[in-house]
């Protein structure tokens, strides 16, 4: 089985996703909170430098809703090493991204949809997708076949799903609770479309759900919450066996001794989704609010038995 980190704004920074791949190596694929392409045409250097470590292996996120902006984005991105996956963000359903057409908005006009598609091909490594089931409330296989449709037409291998409707109406945090899961359709979707790799995510956060989507020819996930809360979970269920988690926590740590946009709260976010349900969370968690650098976080895991 192999987990792909959903793009989440305020978590997937290089901090979070750093740690997931040190800890899953090749069983995990990353990819970076949303970037609106604006930001890469205007202010390149810092949007990468503060986005993506020089040895990153994540995938960029981008959002953009004029093609002509897109396609100098991607020029510019077709210049960085150290990315070498685009993804087109077609689902984000937040307020403030509905009034540039950006993200699930976009959709509503599939003619505009395409002419971005038409520049994402110009990007010259990977390239995915991700989207929603459907947009408004009403399931509709329609949306999501004719969305495939196009991907495919564009030779777009890689897509995922995130598996219920989005709803412009509504904030984000309605939009994961009121529009309901719907698993079968994208069963559906795998079956017409078995050339496009079809990847879900939502509610993807136990066993059960897991065995549930493995058994229907499903052996990717992307996982977005769940991780969030709690960057074990995989590992918690049986799936993945991690050792040794101190010395690669000490290597991740290290790889942030010379990083000159350091956000020492923004590590220490990260470092405590590895500190649900373990033995003293509350001290070390305490002790970790308190340090003042890395070399104290270091020294905290290292005076620690936290995992046996």
Same mark, same amino acid.
């Given at each position: 089985?192999?987990?792909? &980190? %959903?793009?989440?704004?305020?978590?997937? $920074?290089?901090?979070?996703?750093? &740690? %997931?791949?040190?800890?899953?190596?090749?069983?995990?694929?990353? #990819?970076?909170?949303?970037?609106?392409?604006?930001?890469?045409?205007?202010?390149?250097?810092?949007?990468?430098?503060?986005?993506?470590?020089?040895? /990153?292996?994540?995938?960029?996120?981008?959002?953009?809703?004029?093609?002509?902006? &897109?396609?100098?984005?991607?020029?510019?991105?077709?210049?960085?090493?150290?990315?070498?996956?685009?993804?087109?963000?077609?689902?984000?359903?937040?307020?403030?991204?509905? !009034?540039?057409?950006?993200?699930?908005?976009?959709?509503?006009?599939?003619?505009?949809?395409?002419?971005?598609?038409? %520049?994402?091909?110009?990007?010259?490594?990977?390239?995915?997708?991700?989207?929603?089931?459907?947009?408004?409330?009403? !399931?509709?296989? /329609?949306?999501?076949?004719?969305?495939?449709?196009?991907?495919? !037409?564009?030779?777009?291998?890689?897509? =995922?799903?995130?598996?219920?409707?989005?709803?412009?109406?509504?904030?984000?945090?309605?939009?994961?609770?009121?529009?309901?899961?719907?698993?079968?359709? #994208?069963?559906?979707?795998?079956?017409?479309? +078995?050339?496009?790799?079809?990847?879900?995510?939502?509610?993807?956060?136990?066993?059960?759900?897991?065995?549930?989507? +493995?058994? /229907? $020819?499903?052996?990717?996930?992307?996982?977005?919450?769940?991780?969030?809360?709690?960057?074990? #979970?995989?590992?918690?269920?049986?799936?993945?066996?991690?050792?040794?988690?101190?010395?690669?926590? &000490?290597?991740?740590?290290?790889?942030? !001794?010379? =990083?000159? =946009?350091?956000?020492?709260?923004?590590?220490?976010?990260?470092?405590?989704?590895?500190? +649900?349900?373990?033995?003293?969370?509350?001290?070390?968690?305490?002790?970790?609010?308190? %340090?003042? +650098?890395?070399?104290?976080?270091?020294?905290?895991?290292?005076?620690?038995?936290?995992?046996?």
């Amino acid at each position: 089985m192999n987990y792909h &980190l %959903a793009p989440m704004m305020g978590y997937t $920074d290089c901090y979070f996703r750093l &740690l %997931a791949e040190k800890l899953y190596k090749s069983h995990i694929t990353t #990819f970076s909170e949303m970037i609106v392409d604006k930001a890469i045409i205007y202010n390149e250097s810092k949007t990468i430098d503060k986005h993506f470590l020089e040895n /990153n292996i994540s995938a960029i996120q981008i959002a953009g809703s004029d093609p002509k902006e &897109l396609k100098l984005a991607i020029q510019k991105l077709n210049n960085v090493d150290r990315i070498n996956h685009i993804n087109l963000n077609l689902g984000c359903p937040s307020s403030r991204v509905q !009034e540039n057409k950006l993200g699930l908005a976009l959709t509503q006009y599939p003619t505009l949809v395409r002419e971005c598609l038409d %520049a994402l091909k110009t990007y010259n490594k990977k390239i995915s997708v991700k989207c929603r089931l459907g947009l408004g409330l009403e !399931e509709d296989q /329609n949306y999501i076949f004719k969305y495939l449709s196009m991907f495919q !037409e564009f030779e777009i291998k890689k897509v =995922y799903i995130h598996c219920r409707n989005g709803v412009l109406n509504l904030d984000t945090k309605k939009n994961r609770i009121i529009p309901k899961i719907n698993y079968e359709l #994208f069963f559906k979707c795998k079956q017409e479309f +078995s050339n496009i790799e079809l990847i879900p995510n939502g509610e993807i956060n136990d066993l059960e759900t897991i065995n549930y989507l +493995s058994n /229907n $020819d499903t052996n990717q996930f992307m996982i977005g919450r769940q991780f969030a809360n709690d960057l074990l #979970f995989i590992e918690k269920l049986g799936l993945i066996e991690i050792d040794n988690k101190i010395p690669i926590i &000490l290597d991740y740590l290290g790889s942030f !001794e010379d =990083y000159k =946009y350091l956000n020492l709260n923004l590590l220490k976010k990260a470092i405590f989704t590895l500190l +649900s349900k373990v033995n003293r969370a509350k001290k070390i968690k305490k002790d970790i609010t308190e %340090a003042d +650098s890395i070399i104290q976080i270091k020294n905290i895991f290292e005076s620690n038995q936290i995992w046996n």
